[in-house]
């Protein structure tokens, strides 16, 4: 059935300006890492005909609309723990070990853990379709596809009692999903009122997509991305983010590899206002462990690692040196 157009209309330096939000009460320091807005976030671009915002209707979510929402908040000692599940046992140990990375550099101040990974068949009732074939993946007919519904209640039912401080617990798969009957396929779902999400990186194989590479590309580097972008889009769900409608940005939506890959690893101000609200990281050590861990990764990370460089450069000039500890245990005190 063809959808209708929803006419989205970018919105003008006011709307954007409402939806970070008044500044009353706000930490010092939270404070000045929100200013400066157009030295560093973009508004978001209109959307092309095939492109998230062209086809589903978003509504923008303020911070203050964020705020009033019973969203997960961390609490250290109790609630602070964010689960990667891999539903795969042949998954590579680097590649966990490196979303791992990503995550705690992210999500900074949360603990990350990986559990024993789970064969995605053996779960219980679970749900698969032959999909059909699309536009974004033509010759795949008779491709297996997993209802992704079905594994979040699962992912709730079992996981979340034997994790008691699992503030979300979030499935990563390299089989294709799908979140309800009438979607062709989801790289990510998530469920905010019972915190757990999946996400799939088989349409991030550049064998998947027929993407071009180049001579010196690197292939995993390229999954790894994709994926880094898709999990910490999941996770910022699962926390209460909804779709970012007013900068490019790590929580826009996206339909396809192609708007999945031009979009930030970082999130905007007014997303980072909310996940900051919803795990109270110091702002500057965050940005610093972003750029070390984008650093270390290098390739297609260099670009948001320039940027995470810049952000942590600029909180330096306003705070100095950073006093406390850093995660990593070779830094001595
Ligand atoms: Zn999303
Ligand atoms: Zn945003």
Redesign the pocket.
Known sequence: MEKLPQNFKVPNAEERKRALGSMGGTNFKVKKALENVDDYWVPINPPGPSDWLANEYESGQTFEEFKVNKNAIVEKGKSDTICILPLDKQMSKSFLKNLVKMCEAFFYSCRIKLLPSVDINTIEKIETRQFPGDQYAPDTPGLIQYNASKILSWLFRVYKPQNPRAICIIAVTTQDIYPEENFSFVF?L?NVMTQAGIFSFLRYDPGFNGDELNEGDDGQNLMLYRACKVMT??IG?MFGIR?CTFHECC?N?SNHIQECQSRPLYYCVICFRKLQYAIGFDVQERYQALAKVCQEFGGLFDQDGQWFQRRYDDLLAKFGKLQSKMPDKKVKQ
């Open positions: 990510g998530a889009h999941e769900h779709h929580m939506g």
